[in-house]
C-alpha cells in the first residue's frame, strides 16, 4: 500500500525529541528518581537502605499524616468550592449587568494572584494576630466575645487558612468565568427570555452548561493548589496549633529538610502525586462527558 | 475526542518508562551510592598537627557561615580581615548565607567531592549528629590539644559540639566544632514597669512568681508571650522545668541518652506550674496566636512586664527599651541556689572530613575564637562565649547579661535545649507544649507523649 502523501510520518517523532529530551530531563527522570529514593530509608547523607514499600505503609498508618491529608481536603472546600461559587455569582453579576468599569472590578479581584503567596500569607497573619485588624474589627462591632488568635484557636485555625485560600482563588476563578461567559451568543439569552425566563432560570439554563469547561479548568487549578498548600502553612501556623493544620507538602518539606527522612519525604510526595492526578483526571473526565 | 482516546497510551508509555528507570537502577544507584563511604573516620590522624599557619604555603580556605546580620556580620568581615593581613599565604573565600538557607544546602554541599573547608553547622541531630554519622566531619581533639581551646572553653559550652563518632551520642565524645558565641534563655524585665508596682527584681522563684501576680493585679501583661510559631513555648517550659528537675536529669533527657523520665513528679509539677499560670492569666492574650516576632516587639513597645527568652534579643530590645531593659538568670529557690538555665552556642564552626587543608582550617577557627576575637565580638554587639567574664562593657543591661552568661558558664548551670533530645523531638515537643497551654491536653498526658519519642528514641539508638 502506498504510503500517505507528503513527508513520511515517522519524522515527526524527530521533531518532537527535542521537547522530549527536555521532558524526560527535568520531569520524567526527576519522578522516576523520587519513586525509587521513596522505596529506600535514605537519610539524604549516608547510602541508603532499601525499605520496599515501608514508607508506604508508614503513610497509612501514621495518624499525623492521614490527619494531615484530611487537612489537604478540607482546603479543597475552601480553595476550589467557595470561590467557584462567589466566582460564578461575581463573573455572572459583572457578564450581565454590564457594569461601567467592568475592567477595574476585574484587575480588583484578580489582585490577589499577583502578589507572592508568602506576602499574603505574612499580611494575613497580621490580620489574624490576637491584636491584629479582624479583632480590632469585631471589636468595633461589639463583638468582643467572639475575638481570639484565630491562628493559634484549634477550631478556628484550619478555617482561618482556609479563608486566605478562598480570598486568594476567587480572583482567578471569577476572571476564567467571566471569560468563558463573554462568548455566550447574546441569542441564546434573548431566546431564553423569549421563553419567559427569570435571571436565576437564565443563569441555569444558559449560563451554567456554557461554562462548563471553564469550570473544568477552574476547579483543577484550584484543587491542585488546595492539595499542594505549603507556603501558606510554613508561613502561618507551621502545622499548628497542635497539628491541626498539617499538610502533606509541608511535611515533604519538613521531613526531607529538617528531619532528614528523604525516602519518607519522597513517599509522600510521590502519594500527593498520584492524589493530585485521580482528582484532576476525575475532574476533566466529568467535565468532559458532560459536554460529549 | 481523539486526544481522550490517545490519553491512556500516555499514561501507560509514562508509567512504563518511569517502571524501567527504576528498574535499571534499582541494582547500581541506590540513593547516597555516589556519597563517599562513611569515612574510617579520620581519627585525630596520626599524622602531627601542624599550628604555624604562616608556613603552611599557600591555601585558599572556602568558608560558609551565616553571619549575614548585624553585628554578627561586623566581626566575621573585622575578623577575616584580620586573618587575611595575618596570613597573607591563606585566602579565605567566604560564602555566607541566611540560617535557614545554610541550614538547607549544607547537606547538599557536605554530600558532594568538592565540600568548602570550613562550615557552620547547627548543634542538633538532624545537622551535625547526621554529618558525623556520615563521616562528613572531623574530629578537632588533636587541634583542640595543640590551640588549649579545652582550657578555655568550659565543658559545659563544649558539650553542645561533641559527638560520638557514629554520630549516635550526642553531648559526649569527639569534638567536632567550636562556637564564637554564647547564648542563654533568661528573663527581660522592664524596670519602669517593676518599679511603678513597687517591685524589684525577683530574687527567687517564689518571688517572680509573686511579682507575676502583682503585675496582674496591677492591669499589666505580666509576661508577654507569643506561641504561634510553636518553638518558643519550648524555652519557657524549659525554664520553669530547670526549678523542679534536677540539672543532670535535664541533660540526660536533652541529649536523648538513656536513663531518665519525663513521667516523674518533677516534671509533672513543672507541667502544672506552667498550667497554672495559663489559668490565671499570666501570658498575654490568645498568646497561641501571636507571633514570637510581634510577642517580643510589643515588649519593646512597653507591652508586658517580663519576658522569658534569649539573649539573642538584647541588641534589639536595647533599641527599643534603653536603660529601662533589665536581664537577669531565672532565680532559684533560694536568693544563693546554683543558676540552672536553657542555654548553648550559637553555630559552631566545623572543619569537613574532605578538606585537603585541616590545619589551615584549624588556624582559622582558632584565629576567630581567640581572646582578641572575643575582644571584637564583644566591641561588635555579641554576646563571646569564652572569657565572657573579662570582658569591658558599659553599665545596664549588656552588662548583666554578660554577667549572666560568665555565671552560668562558670558554675557549669547551662542545660541544653530540650528539642536536642531525638530528631523528631522540635515538633513533638512544640505541638505538645501547645496542646498543654491551650489546655487540650493534662499534664500527665503531655508529658506522656514526650516520654513516647524520647523512650522510643534512646531504646533504638542504643
Known amino acids: 500500500m502506498a504510503a500517505p502523501p507528503g513527508e513520511p510520518r515517522r519524522v515527526a517523532y524527530l521533531y518532537l525529541l527535542p521537547a522530549f529530551a527536555v521532558y524526560a530531563v527535568f520531569l520524567l527522570y526527576p519522578i522516576g528518581r523520587a519513586v ?89 497573619r497580621r490580620v489574624y494576630a490576637p491584636d491584629g485588624s479582624l479583632n480590632a474589627l469585631l471589636g468595633a462591632l461589639g463583638l468582643d466575645a467572639l475575638t481570639r488568635g484565630w491562628l493559634g484557636d484549634y477550631t478556628f485555625a484550619l478555617p482561618a487558612v482556609g479563608v486566605v485560600g478562598t480570598w486568594f482563588e476567587t480572583g482567578l476563578v471569577t476572571v476564567l468565568l467571566l471569560a468563558g461567559m463573554s462568548r455566550i451568543p447574546l441569542s441564546l439569552y434573548e431566546a431564553a427570555r423569549l421563553d419567559g425566563a427569570g435571571a436565576v432560570r437564565e443563569f441555569f439554563a444558559v449560563t451554567l452548561p456554557s461554562v462548563r469547561a471553564e469550570i ?64 484532576s483526571f476525575g475532574i476533566n473526565r466529568f467535565a468532559d462527558r458532560r459536554t460529549s | 475526542m481523539t ?73 566575621m568581615e573585622k575578623l577575616n580581615a ?154 519557657v517550659f524549659g525554664t520553669v522545668q530547670g526549678r523542679t528537675v534536677p540539672p543532670s536529669q535535664i ?30 492569666g499570666y501570658f498575654a492574650k490568645g498568646f497561641n496566636g501571636q507571633g514570637y516576632d510581634a510577642a517580643w516587639q510589643a515588649f519593646g ?12 534579643l538584647l541588641a534589639d530590645l536595647r533599641k527599643a527599651l534603653g536603660a529601662d531593659l533589665g536581664f537577669m538568670l531565672p532565680p532559684g529557690a533560694t536568693a544563693d541556689a546554683a543558676p540552672v538555665a536553657t542555654g548553648g552556642t550559637g553555630l559552631p564552626f566545623a572543619i569537613t572530613a574532605k578538606s585537603p587543608h585541616p590545619d589551615a582550617a584549624a588556624a582559622y577557627i582558632d584565629f576567630i575564637t581567640s581572646e582578641d576575637a572575643m575582644k571584637v565580638l564583644t566591641e561588635t554587639g555579641n554576646l563571646p562565649v569564652a572569657d565572657t567574664g573579662e570582658q569591658t562593657v558599659a553599665d545596664g543591661p549588656q552588662r548583666e547579661v554578660f554577667t549572666a552568661f560568665g555565671t552560668v558558664t562558670a558554675k557549669d548551670g547551662l542545660v541544653p535545649y530540650l528539642d536536642y533530645a531525638t530528631p523528631t523531638f522540635a515538633d513533638t515537643l512544640g505541638a505538645a507544649l501547645q496542646d498543654l497551654l491551650a489546655k487540650k491536653a493534662a499534664p500527665r498526658d503531655f508529658l506522656a507523649t514526650l516520654e513516647k519519642d524520647y523512650k522510643t528514641f534512646a531504646e533504638s539508638n542504643g
Not at chain 2, 557552620?120 to 554519622?133: L, P, Q, T, W, Y
Not at chain 2, 553531648?171 to 564564637?180: D, H, M, T, V
Not at chain 2, 507575676?212 to 504561634?228: I, S, W
Not at chain 2, 513597645?301 to 539573642?312: E, M, N, R
Open chain 1, 36 to 124: 525509587q529514593i521513596s522505596l529506600y530509608d535514605w537519610d539524604g547523607l549516608s547510602l541508603g537502605t532499601w525499605a520496599g514499600l515501608d514508607n508506604y505503609v508508614a503513610i497509612v498508618a501514621d495518624e499525623g499524616l492521614r490527619a494531615a491529608f484530611g487537612h489537604a481536603l478540607v482546603l479543597i472546600v475552601f480553595y476550589a468550592a467557595a470561590p467557584l461559587v462567589i466566582g460564578l455569582a461575581l463573573a455572572a453579576i459583572l457578564n450581565h449587568a454590564k457594569v461601567r468599569g467592568l475592567g477595574f472590578f476585574r484587575t480588583v479581584v484578580f489582585l490577589p494572584q499577583v502578589i507572592a503567596m508568602v506576602v499574603v500569607a505574612v499580611a494575613w
Open chain 1, 216 to 279: 473544568a479548568v477552574a476547579l483543577t487549578l484550584t484543587v491542585i493548589a488546595a492539595l499542594r498548600t505549603f507556603d501558606l502553612v510554613y508561613v502561618t501556623t507551621r502545622g499548628g496549633p497542635g497539628d491541626s493544620t498539617s499538610v502533606p507538602s509541608y511535611e515533604v518539606y519538613h521531613r526531607a529538610f529538617g528531619l532528614g527522612q528523604v525516602g519518607s519525604a519522597a513517599a509522600i510526595g510521590v502519594t500527593l502525586t498520584v492524589v493530585i492526578f485521580v482528582i
Open chain 2, 3 to 75: 486526544v481522550q482516546k490517545r490519553q491512556p497510551r500516555g499514561v501507560r508509555a509514562l508509567a512504563l518508562l518511569a517502571a524501567s528507570a527504576v528498574a535499571a537502577c534499582a541494582a547500581g544507584c541506590a540513593p547516597g551510592s555516589s556519597a563517599p563511604p562513611a569515612a574510617s573516620s579520620p581519627q585525630a590522624s596520626a599524622t602531627a598537627v601542624r599550628t604555624d599557619a604562616a608556613g603552611l604555603g599557600n591555601v585558599t580556605l572556602t568558608v560558609w557561615d551565616q553571619e549575614v546580620r548585624g553585628g554578627q556580620a561586623a566581626q
Open chain 2, 82 to 235: 584580620a586573618f587575611q593581613a595575618k596570613y597573607p599565604n591563606i585566602k579565605l573565600n567566604r560564602v555566607s548565607r541566611s540560617f535557614d538557607d545554610l541550614n538547607t544546602t549544607l547537606r547538599l554541599a557536605l554530600s558532594g567531592n568538592e565540600p568548602p573547608d570550613v562550615v557552620e553547622a547547627n548543634n542538633g541531630r538532624s545537622s551535625m549528629g547526621a554529618f558525623v554519622k556520615a563521616g562528613q566531619l572531623r574530629p578537632l581533639d588533636a587541634y583542640a590539644q595543640a590551640y588549649g581551646w579545652k582550657s578555655r572553653y568550659p565543658e559545659s559550652v563544649l558539650r553542645y559540639s561533641r559527638y560520638s563518632a557514629d554520630g549516635k551520642l550526642f553531648g559526649e565524645g569527639n569534638l567536632y566544632g567550636l562556637p564564637q558565641v554564647g547564648e542563654v534563655v533568661g528573663i527581660f524585665y522592664n524596670a519602669a514597669k517593676l518599679k511603678k508596682l513597687g517591685l524589684r527584681p525577683p530574687r527567687t522563684w517564689a518571688e517572680f512568681e509573686t511579682a507575676l501576680d502583682r503585675a496582674k493585679t496591677g492591669g499589666e501583661v505580666p509576661l508577654q508571650f507569643g506561641n504561634l510559631d510553636k518553638w518558643p513555648a519550648v524555652h
Open chain 2, 251 to 280: 541533660g540526660t533527657l536533652a541529649f536523648g541518652r538513656k536513663g531518665a523520665s519525663w513521667t516523674t513528679p518533677e516534671n509533672v509539677k513543672a507541667a502544672e506550674q506552667l498550667v497554672s499560670w495559663v489559668d490565671k
Open chain 2, 301 to 312: 513597645k512597653g507591652q508586658g512586664v517580663f519576658l522569658i527568652a534569649g539573649t539573642w
